[in-house]
């Protein structure tokens, strides 16, 4: 774990927050700016905790977004830093749902802000698309024989099987087990 420093834990919050406030379209979406900014600019966490953590993020009941908050959090500066993520990741969800709770029926109603919120689907879309792009790059990368197959297998048994996501996920977590037991076994 990378000791960041007190003062960081402003730039934690403030990063957070702001990712936050202006992402739309999901946990998918935060996780993508979060890597962005925590292992390509700010350099606190290296690209394969960031896949580590996307993956536990996933597979973790609850919000993806608030998920890797805490594991970012954890990584960068312990209880106090993973604290201080999720305060950053929940606070402009919050506000923002009390005043659209507030003014919903003016919004609902709205001609124009239907038209933003269909304008902002298209931006998630090209978000969602370069994280597959991305994280799926390295599977291809790795040239790993059982990565590009349980990649192909997941795509296949959700959109052309209708598969449950939960179940691929337990599916792949069971396998990843399995895999590293036998391995851990053959070590031993």
């Known amino acids: 774990m990378k000791k960041v420093g ?87 969800p919050m506000v923002i749902l009390s005043i659209i709770s507030y003014f919903y029926n003016v919004f609902a109603a709205n001609v124009y802000v239907a038209l933003v919120l269909k304008g902002m689907q298209a931006g998630v879309a090209a978000v969602i698309l370069d994280v597959v792009c991305s994280m799926g790059g390295k599977v291809i990368a790795s040239h790993s024989a059982v990565s590009l197959f349980l990649m192909v297998a997941a795509f296949a048994a959700n959109y052309i099987f209708g598969v449950n996501v939960v179940l691929i996920i337990l599916a792949a977590a069971l396998f990843g087990v399995v895999r590293a037991a036998l391995a851990r076994k053959r070590t031993v």
């Open 6 to 92: 007190k003062g960081q834990l402003f730039a934690l919050f403030f990063n957070m927050f702001v990712l936050s406030a202006f992402t739309f379209g999901g946990g998918f979406t935060i996780v993508t700016l979060m890597k962005r900014k925590f292992v390509d600019e700010l350099r606190w966490i290296t690209e394969e905790e960031m896949l580590d953590m996307t993956a536990l993020a996933e597979s973790a009941p609850g919000a993806i977004a608030v998920n890797a908050a805490i594991l970012v959090g954890w990584q960068v500066e312990g209880l106090l830093g993973m604290m201080t993520a999720v305060v950053g990741t929940i606070l402009p």
